[in-house]
């Protein structure tokens, strides 16, 4: 059963004629949603091993990520090495061109 908004009402003005003020205590207790909205400790256990199998996923899918930008990175570096002592070589040798004969 759905409870609207009207039948909280008027659950709250019999309520206040009953037991007074106490009343807006008890009704703030209640979920508006009436009984469905209401989560147990087992939808609590399910949500749990829902979160733990996407977060064991995720961290899977970024280590593999790192591993990948790892590979991108040292072939990068070991390129940008060797095109850095090829031009060091060819600098050494038009320096010692030019003391030659110079």
Same mark, same amino acid.
């Given at each position: 059963?759905?409870?609207?908004?009207?039948?909280?009402?008027?659950?709250?003005h019999r309520l206040?004629?009953l037991i007074g003020?106490?009343?807006?205590?008890?009704?703030?207790?209640?979920?508006?949603?009436?009984?469905?909205?209401?989560?147990?400790?087992?939808? %609590?256990?399910?949500?749990?091993?829902? *979160?733990? +199998?996407? =977060? !064991?996923? &995720?961290?899977?899918?970024?280590?593999?990520?790192?591993?990948?930008?790892?590979?991108?990175?040292?072939?990068? %570096?070991?390129?940008?090495?060797?095109? *850095?002592? +090829?031009? =060091? !070589?060819? &600098?050494?040798?038009?320096?010692?061109?030019g003391l030659k004969?110079?």
């Open positions: 059963m759905v409870v609207n908004e009207r039948d909280r009402l008027k659950l709250a206040q004629d003020e106490e009343a807006t205590i008890l009704m703030e207790h209640l979920p508006y949603g009436g009984i469905a909205g209401i989560v147990s400790k087992d939808d %609590l256990v399910l949500f749990k091993a829902e *979160i733990h +199998t996407d =977060m !064991t996923e &995720l961290r899977s899918d970024l280590r593999l990520e790192m591993a990948e930008l790892r590979a991108e990175i040292y072939k990068a %570096l070991n390129s940008q090495t060797l095109k *850095i002592i +090829t031009v =060091m !070589t060819a &600098l050494n040798g038009l320096m010692f061109a004969w110079g």
